[in-house]
Structure formats: C-alpha cells, structure tokens
C-alpha cells in the first residue's frame, strides 16, 4: 500500500565510494522529484523528472545522476561520495497534468551517512 | 517565487486550536499559497493549498487576507500528533513552474497535553 517507497532507508559508506537510492511510486503519477534535507534541516529539490524526462535540475554537482527507467521510478546515484553529501534524501511523486491541486508526495527518506 | 516569512516556533494545547501565521508581502497575483508539514523523521505531507478564498479540507483551514500578503493555517483541534513543523510556501501554479517546491525555515509546531 506505500505510495512512494525508497530503498535504503539507511545508507552508511565511507568517503569516495558510489552508491544508488532507489525511488517507486504506485500512485499512478508522471512526475518524480529528489529533495535533499541537510543537517540544518533546509529541504532543497535536486532534480525532477515528468515522463522519464528530466525538467528540474538544480545547482548540484555532477557526481549526482538521476535515472528514470520508467514513470514509476526515479533512482539517485552519487559518485565519489563526500562529507557533505551526508544528508536525508527525499523522493516525491505529482501529477503534473492534474488540474489544480497537483500535491506532492513523498517517501520515507533516506539517511545517508558518509564518512 | 515569492518569498514568505513564519515564527520559527509555537506551542499549542490539545485540544484547542492551533492558528500558524505567514506572512508573503511580495506574492504576485498568480502565486499560490501552499501548506506543507514535516513530522519528525518523516517526509513532507502536503495539507491545504489556496489562490484568494478561504478554503478548508479534512486537515485543515486556509484564510488568505484580502490582500493576499499574509496568510493563516488554522488545525482546529490540535493533537499530539499534529507536532511537526510547518511549511508556507508560494509559488505560480505547478505547470508554469515545473512544480519546484521551495522551503523555508518554516514554524515548529510543539502541541502540549
């Protein structure tokens, strides 16, 4: 029944290592989002997809992709993690084409700790 | 878009009910006022959203001014699990904007036995 689920939900690696977070909706949505929250607790969007199309790609270094297999899923991969890329990661799901309501939702969260 | 200011802190009584301000001076006239809440540990959940009316749903109660620079979320009956913090947040509708949704620092909310 989880609408929008993320693997892991705890990630602990050292320093230069690549890692994958994994995201999957069931709700039927178009558009998928990766929110990063730091340890100051500011939510920050990194990247959306609407159609397995990438639209939204803030400031963020390349060591960060983004790959959308399908509608349903949107996985995060960072390469050469660092320091401070430790944070709790978020995944989201809308509809972009709803009419006015459009509400994200999100998933879980993943901690993850580099160190 | 526009950006919104919010106490960053407020307890409130069980029970009783709970009026979050924010204020948003500079929204234009095609932002949305938007609610979010974050409980501890957990994701985001969206609670109300509105353009000039009052507008209210099962969570909540949504007054915009008639000027539209400030705002009030209002939990009719707090409970405890109505603890978490607070998001206000304007933005053009979805489709003009890609959708970005941009946080603030937001209002922790501490509801009280």
């Known amino acids: 029944d989880t609408a929008v689920s993320q693997t892991p939900k705890y990630l602990v690696t050292q320093m230069g290592n690549d890692k994958s977070i994994k995201c999957e909706q069931n709700?039927?949505?178009?558009?998928m989002y990766w929110y990063k929250q730091d340890s100051k607790k500011f939510l920050k969007i990194m990247f959306s997809?609407?159609?397995?199309?990438?639209?939204i790609n803030e400031t963020v270094p390349n060591r960060f992709s983004p790959k959308s297999p399908d509608k349903a899923h949107l996985n995060l991969h960072i390469n050469s993690l660092e320091l401070g890329d430790s944070a709790v990661y978020f995944c989201?799901?809308?509809?972009?084409?709803?009419?006015?309501?459009?509400?994200?939702?999100f998933g879980p969260g993943t901690r993850l700790t580099v160190l | 878009d526009a950006k919104t200011t919010q106490p960053p802190s407020m307890d409130c009584a069980e029970g009783r009910a709970a009026n979050l301000p924010c204020n948003h001076s500079?929204?234009?006239?095609?932002?949305?006022v938007y609610w979010y809440r974050q409980i501890h540990s957990q994701g985001p959940q969206y609670i109300i959203h509105?353009?000039?009316n009052n507008e209210t749903n099962e969570m909540a109660s949504l007054i915009i001014t008639e000027d539209r620079k400030s705002s009030t979320l209002i939990l009719p009956h707090a409970t405890l699990r109505d603890t978490a913090v607070y998001y206000c947040?304007?933005?053009?509708?979805?489709?003009?904007?890609?959708?970005?949704?941009?946080f603030g620092g937001g209002t922790r909310v501490l509801v009280k036995p």
């Open positions: 989201a799901s809308s509809l972009m084409t709803s009419g006015v309501s459009n509400e994200q939702f």
């Open positions: 709700l039927g949505h178009d558009t």
């Open positions: 997809y609407n159609n397995k199309e990438l639209i």
């Open positions: 500079t929204i234009s006239g095609n932002e949305y």
């Open positions: 509105g353009l000039k």
């Open positions: 947040i304007v933005r053009v509708h979805p489709k003009a904007a890609g959708n970005k949704l941009t």
